[in-house]
């Protein structure tokens, strides 16, 4: 079965600065997606970052991009310019593209509380 | 943002009672999910809904029932609430089993 750790329970960054956020992950598979999704203190689940296994290009979007390591089954965030609203709790989650069992199942870490002093 | 509603936002309820929780999306998606999320364990499949009246279970899927009579709704039930069940319950919609799953904004239950 597929696992996913964060390892850092709780981070720390200045604003303006950047901030890496670990995650691994265990997978037999070779074809899988990976995300990282930001929940505020509104508890909403907020969509960051997607990456395609099969894809080596590291996937960006604005100030969040991720470092993707297949081999090492490593899938890092990086938040430049961290601004007051970063401050989240932060899960990496992985998805199997098999049909069959619990299609489209996303497997969460236990999640990584940032915090962004002024 | 993805139309997802969940009802109850918040409901507290006493061991024993049945609780129906509800999913509504407005966006016409096949695949709906019911997660729970709770200290220290980040966030975990109860069931999910591959179609209408085509549902299967999920990680933690015990004391739990589901159905799907629209594609539009999704309910949870809880047949008998235990305080283990006190958590907060997350939908989540998608289109296929690889595309981006969007979030509900959570209903927090209590069961005392």
């Known amino acids: 079965a597929q696992t996913v750790t964060q390892s850092q329970p709780e981070m720390s960054v200045q604003e303006a600065e950047t901030v890496t956020l670990s995650c691994t992950y265990d997978t037999s598979e070779s074809d899988y997606y990976l995300f990282w999704y930001k929940q505020p203190p509104s508890r909403q689940m907020i969509l960051v970052i997607r990456q395609e296994a099969y894809k080596q290009q590291n996937a960006t979007e604005n100030r969040f991009s991720v470092n993707f390591q297949k081999a090492a089954k490593s899938f890092s965030l990086k938040i430049s310019d961290s601004q007051l609203g970063d401050a989240a709790m932060y899960f990496c989650a992985y998805r199997s593209p098999r049909i069959g069992g619990s299609q489209g199942n996303l497997i969460f870490g236990k999640g990584t509380k940032l915090s962004v002093k002024p | 943002d993805a139309g997802i509603t969940q009802s109850p936002r918040h409901k507290v309820t006493e061991t024993g009672t049945p609780v129906t929780l509800r999913c509504h999306q407005t966006e016409n998606h096949r695949y709906m999910y019911w997660y729970r999320q709770d200290p220290g364990h980040g966030l975990r499949l109860i069931h999910y809904?591959?179609?209408?009246?085509?549902?299967d279970k999920g990680e933690v899927s015990d004391g739990y029932s589901v159905s799907r009579s629209k594609t539009e709704d999704f309910l949870l039930t809880l047949e008998s609430a235990t305080s283990s069940q006190t958590s907060v319950y997350f939908c989540?919609?998608?289109?296929?089993?690889?595309?981006?799953?969007?979030f509900g904004p959570g209903t927090r239950l209590t069961v005392t």
């Open positions: 809904s591959y179609g209408v009246k085509d549902t």
């Open positions: 989540a919609i998608s289109e296929s089993p690889s595309s981006e799953q969007y």
